[in-house]
């Protein structure tokens, strides 16, 4: 026998021996299907609701009987396989399980048939689909309550009112809307006043999602839940921008203010108004899908003397300073007042006219900025004047000294930043960094002081002097200035608060965490955030050396 047959019948009988073995094995491991861990089922959900078709609006009977039937779709074709349609039962009902649950938003699809000509008006009939977005959560029911009714466009009956509410795992939303079969636009109610004239937009294909906001009406994505709440720094007529946050407007879109909830429109708002907005991040984008915005007060509203500008109510309480047949000035704000215009006695709540209030009294004055002006709504007369008790108010004024009378005849008086204070001695006047008393008679010009005093309608009168030593001196022979609130807004090399805006060199500016002094990138710094600038004024230019940004979480 050979060798080459001598090997294949040693495989031969090796095969036939280990044949069992494999099999055995086989078995153990899953493979004859005794010992097999059953795969889990997928995440589904479910869809159910009521659609109410008006009475109103003769429908076709579908094939099966039905007035019409719902089904989800997917414009995304990421979910392979949808669950059968459901019919609408003789209540409008329906429910639709198995869903595929995703991160992923589908859509309710309404079908019917009008038997009327929506489009002309008049006899014949018009196919209707309509889609409604929602998200299905595993083993979550999202909700859906719909009435469609028939519209009145110039007499002829050829559009469809459609109100929604849903409930599902991304939150509740409501929407009033008006398809028009006419000209093939949508137009939606915001304001709840039952005119559909707010947001009108294309809608060719008449499926209640404006054609001009396919980018993220018909292809939404993933949902991610976004919050911001900060100043208003670009607004278009379907779009607001807060802290660098991109937010999109849809009839979808709750919108109110912070008194009593009450419904407002997004023209209602300006840029520099506080907000609250609330929404979902599109996937692939930088954009939010607004769910909710709401009107907020700003942190320091009801801080008297130096309340953040931009915001539609203004505050100021002072002394009045000025004062015309229809206007009253307050600190740095002149309000307009007219025949709407509340006049009270603060102590009293009397109501008394303009003519009652001297220039130099003490008034408190609201109002609400508009394109005229600031109309005032509300002014409040204090012939105590709540004060320091001297019949002023405090002011704080830093910067170089640039005229002082020091001779000691009892005249003496110190200017800064061209503001002149009488200083009566003796009164604190000390080294900024050691507290150490310092004469008044060392002062020189030049000297870099912070003084503080109080603003009587006929003089000022200093009560505190700060020496600042060489650290904190400017080092350009500007004058000093800063501002804390919010930032209004950054670019690479200018930064905003209080509608200031300081250039930021390259080198030479500290920019830290407010608490903790830790350096920080410029380029790190958000719109939105609370921070204090500080920086030198020389000439026409205002240039930062210090920046310090509040994040308490930080």
Do not use: W
Not at 344 to 367: E, F, M, Q, R, Y
Not at 402 to 425: M, W
């Amino acid at each position: 026998m050979t060798s080459h047959s001598l090997t294949s019948l040693l495989l031969a009988r090796l095969s036939q021996l280990l044949l069992p073995l494999l099999l055995l094995f086989a078995i153990g491991c899953g493979g004859g299907g005794g010992g097999t861990t059953p795969a889990p089922d997928p995440p589904t959900g479910t869809v159910s609701g009521q659609i109410v078709l008006g009475a109103g609006l003769p429908i076709l009977p579908q094939g099966d009987g039905s007035r019409g039937s719902t089904r989800i779709i997917d414009p995304q074709d990421i979910i392979a396989s949808m669950p059968a349609a459901a019919p609408l039962g003789s209540d409008g009902r329906f429910t639709i399980s198995n869903v595929p649950a995703s991160a992923t938003v589908v859509y309710l699809q309404v079908r019917f048939s009008t038997a009327i000509n929506l489009v002309g008006g008049g006899a014949g009939s018009t196919p209707v689909a309509i889609n409604i977005p929602v998200l299905v959560g595993d083993a979550q029911t999202s909700t859906i309550a719909s009435g469609i009714d028939p519209g009145q466009v110039l007499g002829v009956t050829q559009g469809l009112t459609v109100a929604t509410t849903y409930t599902g795992p991304d939150g509740k939303r409501e929407s009033r809307s008006f398809i028009n079969f006419g000209d093939d636009t949508l137009a939606e109610d915001l304001n709840g006043d039952g005119n559909f004239d707010d947001n009108q937009s294309p809608d060719d294909d008449n499926d209640c999602i404006s054609d001009d906001r396919n980018g993220y009406d018909d292809n939404p994505g993933s949902y991610s839940e976004i919050e911001e709440t900060g100043a208003i720094t670009a607004l278009t007529n379907d779009s607001v921008t807060v802290n660098g946050v991109h937010f999109l407007v849809t009839g979808s879109t709750v919108i109110f203010g912070d008194d009593d909830d009450e419904p407002l429109l997004l023209s209602d708002f300006n840029i520099g108004d506080f907000i609250e907005a609330e929404g979902f991040m599109l996937p692939g984008t930088t954009d939010v899908l607004a769910k909710k915005i709401k009107s907020e007060d700003r942190p320091d509203d009801d801080d008297p003397v130096n309340p953040n500008p931009g915001t539609r109510e203004v505050e100021r309480e002072g002394l009045l300073l000025a004062k015309t047949a229809n206007t009253v000035t307050v600190l740095d704000i002149t309000f307009i007042v007219n025949a709407s215009t509340i006049i009270l006695n603060k102590d009293s709540g009397a109501t008394i006219t303009l003519n009652d209030i001297p220039v130099g009294g003490c008034l408190d004055a609201k109002g609400n900025r508009t394109d005229d002006g600031i109309i005032a709504t509300r002014l409040r007369y204090d012939d105590s004047c709540d004060d320091d008790g001297t019949g002023g108010f405090e002011i704080e004024v830093q910067g170089r000294i640039t005229a002082i009378d020091n001779d000691g005849a009892g005249t003496e008086s110190i200017t800064v930043n061209g503001k002149t204070f009488e200083v009566v001695l003796p009164i604190p006047i000390v080294d900024d960094e050691t507290e150490d008393p310092i004469a008044f008679s060392s002062l020189q010009v030049d000297d870099f002081v912070e003084v503080k005093g109080i603003q009587s309608p006929t003089s000022l009168l200093a009560t505190r002097i700060e020496l600042d030593d060489e650290d904190d001196d400017p080092p350009t022979g500007g004058v000093q200035i800063e501002r804390e609130g919010t930032c209004q807004a950054r670019t690479a090399t200018t930064i905003t608060v209080l509608n200031t805006t300081f250039t930021v060199p390259a080198t030479g500016v500290e920019i830290v965490i407010k608490d903790t002094d830790e350096p920080i990138a410029f380029s790190s710094i958000q719109v939105g955030e609370d921070i204090d600038v500080r920086g030198i004024q020389n000439g026409t230019s205002l240039i930062a050396n210090r920046i310090r940004v509040d994040r308490e979480d930080d």
